[in-house]
């Protein structure tokens, strides 16, 4: 199976501040990796699909770049309401497998 | 809009087999789709599960293949997951979620299944 590394696994971040995320595949997944959002006790949530396309209704701040093997995931501006757990995840091969995901909070 | 629901009991014996539902409405699945189940321990990172495509084709989870099975019943529009010989390590909150061409979106609310005697 693909394995995903993620990191940081958490983060401390000021409002305002620019917050990255990286995600690195086993091996080639094209840009078949995709970016949610997990808030406590709610499900996931897609924010950026296929490396970098932002789902409908995600506020642009959120972006997601790379190919192959290293991605990268950006909040261009922190807000409050960005506190959460963000995982990346990759389906190549109809095995999908997520990353260990990252902890951001407000500093 | 698509919208899914888990159901199932919330708590289950060791050894026995842990078995949910997932209903779908806003979309009829026979249309087309994968539908999955993904899992998530307490504290714990997102595990997935097995997905299955309306027309019945199964896709499992390599360290879970020996006691997972997931099926469809399209009469009903739902799916559903059996997961037999639990054990502690399978108290988890688990997903059901749409898979329209490479992503889970949308996903159910969650139900916590605790495995204790």
């Known amino acids: 199976d693909i394995q995903m590394t993620q990191s940081p696994s958490s983060l401390s971040a000021s409002v305002g501040d620019r917050v990255t995320i990286t995600c690195q595949a086993s091996?080639?997944?094209?840009?078949?990796l995709n970016w949610y959002q997990q808030k406590p006790g709610k499900a996931p949530k897609l924010l950026i699909y296929?490396?970098?396309n932002l789902e409908a209704g995600a506020p642009s701040r959120f972006s997601g770049s790379g190919s192959g093997t290293d991605f990268t995931f950006t909040i261009s501006s922190l807000q409050p309401e960005d506190i959460a757990t963000y995982y990346c995840?990759?389906?190549?091969?109809?095995?999908?497998?997520f990353g260990q995901g990252t902890k951001v909070e407000i500093k | 809009q698509v919208q899914l629901q888990e159901s199932g009991p919330g708590l289950v014996k060791p050894s026995e087999t842990l078995s949910l539902t997932c209903t779908v409405s806003?979309?009829?699945?026979?249309?087309?789709?994968?539908w999955g189940w993904i899992r998530q321990p307490p504290g714990k990172g997102l595990e997935w599960i097995a997905s299955?495509?309306?027309?019945?084709?199964?896709y499992y989870n390599p360290s879970l293949k020996s006691r997972v099975s997931i099926s469809v019943d399209t009469s009903k529009n739902q799916f559903s997951l059996k997961l037999s010989s639990v054990t502690a390590a399978d108290t988890a909150v688990y997903y059901c979620?749409?898979?329209?061409?490479?992503?889970?979106?949308?996903w159910g609310q969650g139900t916590l299944v605790t495995v204790s005697s």
């Open positions: 806003g979309y009829s699945i026979s249309s087309g789709n994968y």
């Open positions: 091996q080639d997944i094209s840009n078949y």
């Open positions: 299955i495509y309306h027309s019945g084709s199964t």
């Open positions: 296929d490396a970098s």
């Open positions: 995840q990759q389906y190549d091969n109809l095995h999908p497998t």
């Open positions: 979620a749409s898979v329209a061409v490479r992503w889970f979106d949308p």
